[in-house]
Structure formats: structure tokens, C-alpha cells
């Protein structure tokens, strides 16, 4: 049965939370000397303060309607909010990606849940000789915006990639290519890319070598420790998260692994500064085992990636370290009581009790 503790957000939830945050990072790029053009592109969202604070409802058109009104004063806040966005921000996404083992892996997670990030384009991804190629392909009612669209993708997957890879890549080895002439704001594109820069070419698109694909996620980061104690807050609620008793502290560890892999049992005491017999111990006393924790948090992150995002159920097995999909779905029948395709079905219904 689904700890009720385990609260998954919802898909409409999850897109809230991160147009929220980019509205309130593009607050903070304009400061307070911008907060009169910041309040009237608010308006023009039919936003508000008090709903922006709430972060709920909040769909990618009131991030569009935000960002057209700062654009006619300030046409580098594309580029500076995307530039900055860190991992935290994304929520189970940023998780998700982490989560996937190696770079190309959290790029193929990032890339299937772009819905969530942008409604102005998709993305296309190729290989050219010994180089990975990322091309924005706007939707049709935002042709006008291909500038901003350039932006956006360009340095959003730059930003993942840095993060997912850490300081280990050299800039230098990438190239951004933009099929407009260099704007004013070039400055902007120099701290966001701090690699090649060609303005005037035939198509916009991001170029970096696809030996980077292969690099394990850089797990151990800053960034990796912050989403995953975000994401213990809103699995476990934030009393909970901050409790020291066993359960949380598994629960804790099992989020913030480095990478997919589930410790064992052993490996996980060892982390807590415990014998295996008294982290057994402790659990027994609480009335449940590792074995049942580990199923616990597995099958509440199932149950949101299945009913929230458009990850196959052979991408969700691998990202909750099940070996093959067939155990997993056996594991998420027996738990829930529907298969994980039934479960899509109905999407963001309350779990069902196994």
C-alpha cells in the first residue's frame, strides 16, 4: 500500500512549479529596480504577487505572456533566465534526469519531458560524424519568436549538460550556432556559453562531441544534493524529510543515491553509520522493513513518472534500477493492483492500495 506520505504531484502540478520558478528567477534578474516592469508583466499574465507566491495553476502561456512584456525592455531576459535555471527548479525532472546514470541518458529523460519546460517548440537531436547536434523546431503559432526559441533551447541544454556532466567538459569543444546576426546583448550569450559563438549561420542549433554522452551524471555535485532534498521534502512532507528516525533516514538515502542503482541493505547502513543488524533492528521497530521502504519509494516515483510524464515503461523500470521491465510491472501490479499501462489509463487518479 502507498505510504501516504508519499505524495506524488500531478503533471499540471509539476508544469506549475517550474513556470513558477522561471517567473519568480526572471523577478530576481531584474531586481528591485525592476520591480514596477516586473509587477506590469505580472498584469499582462493576469498575474499577480499573491498567485505567483502560491505557484499553483500556473500554465507555460503565463511564462510566454511574462516574457514577451520584460523582452521589450530588457531583450537579454531570455537567455539569462534559461542560462541560470539549475536543476532544483525542475523538480522531479531535474530528479529524473540525475537519476538516469549517464549524461546521454538524463539528456534522453530531459528531452521526453521538454513538454513540461516549453509549449513554443520541440527539439531535434542528431549525430553528425563525432558531434551531437540539438535543433529547436518551433510550433507553428510561435514562428514569430524563433529568436527567443534559440534562446531557450540552446542555452537550457547547455545549462543540462554542465550540470549533468560537471566541470569535467571543456567549452571550448562546443559550438553555438545561431541563424540571426550577433545582437546587442552579445555579452549575454558570452556568460551563458562561454564557448564558440557564430551568428549569421544557416540554422540554430548546439554542437558539442557525442563522447559526452557516455560520462556518468556528476552525482556528487551540489546540484544533486539540493534536488534531492527538495524532492525528500515533497515525498516525505517537509516534517518528515527533517525527522531523524530510521525509516526517514532510509527513505532519505534511497532519494539522494548517486545515480539509479538501489544500495543494498549493507551498503545502506554503512551510510547511515550502522551495523546491518542495527539498522534491521530499528526498522523492525518500526514496523517495516528495508526491503518494503525501497518498494515504497520505488513505486511512488513509478506511479508519477507513468501518470505525469511520457517515459515508456522500459525507461521507468531503468530509472528505479529494475533489471528488465517485466519485474517491474509484476513489482507495480502487486503493489497497485493495476499494470503500469492500466495505470496511464487513467492518468492522475489517487494510487490504489496493493
Known sequence: MLDKQLAIPSRAEEESRIVANWIRR?????????????????????????????????QHAAFDAVMRHLEKSRPDITLRVISTTNLLELGLLGYAALSAGTVGRGMDVLLRFQDLTSDRYSEERVRRGAMVVIRPVPRLRHLANLQSIAEDCLAGNWTAIRLLAGPGIVARQVTATFAYPEPPWVDAYEEAFGCNLVFGAEHSELQFPASWLDLPVASGNVAMAEVAGSICERLLGADRAASRDAVGAVRRLLISRPGRRVPRLEEAARELHLSTAQLRKRLYKADTTYKRIVLEVRMALAWHYLTSTPLSVQDVAYLLDYAQPAPFSRAFKTYFGVPPVGCRQDAGAAPASG
Open 26 to 58: 526572471a523577478g530576481g534578474i531584474l531586481g528591485p529596480q525592476g520591480s514596477v516592469t516586473f509587477r506590469e508583466a505580472l498584469a499582462a499574465a493576469s498575474l499577480d504577487a499573491a498567485r505567483l507566491a502560491a505557484g499553483s495553476g500556473l
